[in-house]
């Protein structure tokens, strides 16, 4: 596809969301970072949940710019508000992270932002297709960051798009883009590995022997900047035109599949088992619970053949920040409980069933679960 069409479907990317410009770039990652860059928040700091995709923090380093994690909150696992309020010195940006497929509430964000004047950056790349207040996920603050990667709504692998209608900074990031390296798959190949890297260490290390382990991982993550940080692949200009249309089917099957996997284990709620309700509006990137015994309904799972994950563990502990060592309640517990089962196509009836029948005869086996006759 020629640059005329790469213009073209930036425009309808950009008109999806009512935005005035869409920027396309190599991931999310590298949209953070471009944006960090852009808006002059080198050495910096920008608030962030703690309990996080781990590329949110990463992108904000590779831009040059500090994350300060505060704690999520329970309505909505985005951004502790209350914590939010106190302004601090060094803080020079706001990243409200719709994580999950929740939305964050954004009224007390955008007014944070406003009083403490800052710019307000939105982390759409889970929740694409969501609304807000009548209004598109994509659309709150200066500047939004989309993402096509694996178990986005909308999945290439690859890919990502910056929304603003600022044209000054949509140019600026345009030239900050087009200085970096072309997409290769080699430099594909060092993310997945590292993205593996990261899982094995969580499993494995969480949560005694983490501190000793992840100083070294970090290191590692941040020395491959060269691997996150490229542009678009224009391979993927015609698949991503593609796909666009069939955003809202998308979105209608994970509601459903949420739905349908949630009827099905209402009946096993109680205390080692909640069920998370879903934010109106969202797109759900996966059913959440929590699980007072995880790991072992977890590898309970697995050993079935059915995806399960626990994410997320506090960034904080992988790659530091400003308030890595505070307490943070429900990021902890989140880190401690949260099991993620699928819902995008994949969750199939035979799926949600197969879930159902395994997580009851785990809790039976536990003697959490209690049926009478």
């Not at 883009?177 to 899982?199: K, M, N, V, Y």
Request: glycine share 8%.
């Amino acid at each position: 596809m020629t640059d005329s069409s790469r213009l073209q479907l930036e425009h309808r990317l950009a008109e999806l969301h009512l935005r005035e410009h869409a920027v396309l770039v190599g991931n999310g990652t590298t949209g953070l970072a471009l944006l960090v860059r852009a808006l002059g928040l080198q050495n910096r700091e920008v608030a962030v949940p703690d309990s996080v995709c781990l590329n949110v923090p990463l992108g904000l380093r590779f831009g040059g710019a500090w994350p300060e994690y505060l704690d999520n909150q329970w309505n909505d696992l985005g951004l502790d508000t209350q914590a939010l309020a106190a302004p601090r010195a060094g803080r020079g940006a706001i990243l409200a992270v719709h994580g999950y497929g929740q939305i964050s509430e954004m009224d007390p964000l955008l007014a944070a932002a406003h009083q403490q004047g800052l710019p307000l950056i939105e982390d759409a790349c889970l929740a694409m297709g969501g609304i807000h207040h009548g209004r598109p996920v994509g659309s709150f603050g200066l500047a939004s960051v989309i993402s096509f990667g694996a178990g986005k709504p909308l999945s290439l692998d690859h890919g990502g798009a910056v929304l603003t209608d600022d044209a000054e900074l949509a140019a600026e990031l345009r030239t900050l883009d087009a200085a970096l390296p072309a997409f290769s798959e080699s430099a594909q190949a060092r993310i997945d590995a590292l993205g593996s890297a990261h899982t094995r260490l969580y499993n494995r290390c969480w949560p005694e022997g983490l501190a000793a382990e992840a100083p070294a991982f970090a290191q590692e993550m941040l020395a491959a900047s060269d691997a996150f940080l490229h542009r678009f692949d224009p391979r993927r200009l015609a698949p991503l035109q593609a796909l666009l249309p069939r955003l809202q089917t998308v979105v209608r099957q994970r509601r459903d599949n949420f739905e349908r996997l949630s009827a099905l284990l209402r009946p096993l709620a109680g205390d080692a088992l909640q069920l998370l309700p879903l934010t109106p509006g969202a797109v759900p990137w996966r059913l959440n619970v929590l699980m007072q015994s995880r790991h072992e309904a977890m590898r309970a799972l697995h050993a079935q053949g059915l995806h399960a994950s626990s994410w997320h563990p506090r960034a904080s502990g992988f790659l530091p920040g400003t308030g890595a060592e505070a307490e943070h309640p429900v990021a902890q517990r989140l880190g401690r409980e949260i099991l993620n089962l699928w819902v995008d196509e994949q969750s199939t009836g035979a799926y949600a069933q197969a879930v159902l029948r395994t997580l009851e005869a785990h809790l039976r086996a536990r003697q959490d679960l209690t049926l009478t006759a």
